[in-house]
């Protein structure tokens, strides 16, 4: 991941707003809407689905099989928890949404449990082999 971070006038903003996450989640959340980003031709607006997806698959790529571990730490343990995150950053200013987009868009896309014991593959694998 990107060492990111907050200015303090940002950090303060979401601390006051939502206080249950830990910065380097809003981070990351940001960092999977760029991931998101990257898989298209064109920027476009994202579902919350699409998103809690892009954010699996985001952890997956970045912390492997730590991935639920990490997110637990920084106190995401389900995809509406990646929506709780997403309002803030945008009561804060940080993402705009779309008239009819809801947290609860983003309600039980996925249960962690199951998404995250999924086999998958590692990139790292690849440069073993090399």
Known sequence: M????FST????RLKADENR?????????????EFLQSQFDV???VTGAELAWACRDYAVRQFG???????????VR?????????FTLVRAGLLVTQPNDRPRDFADVF?????FAEPYPWE???ALRD
């Not at 249960?111 to 998404?115: G, I, T």
């Open 2 to 5: 990107h060492e990111l971070q």
């Open 9 to 12: 006038d940002v950090l303060s």
């Open 21 to 33: 996450y830990h910065e380097r989640a809003y981070l990351f959340v940001l960092g999977a809407i």
């Open 43 to 45: 920027r476009r607006h």
């Open 65 to 75: 099989l730590l991935a639920p571990s990490i997110l637990e730490y920084w106190g």
């Open 78 to 86: 389900s995809t509406d928890d990646f929506g709780q995150i997403v």
């Open 111 to 115: 249960a962690f449990e199951s998404a």
């Open 124 to 126: 790292g694998v690849g």
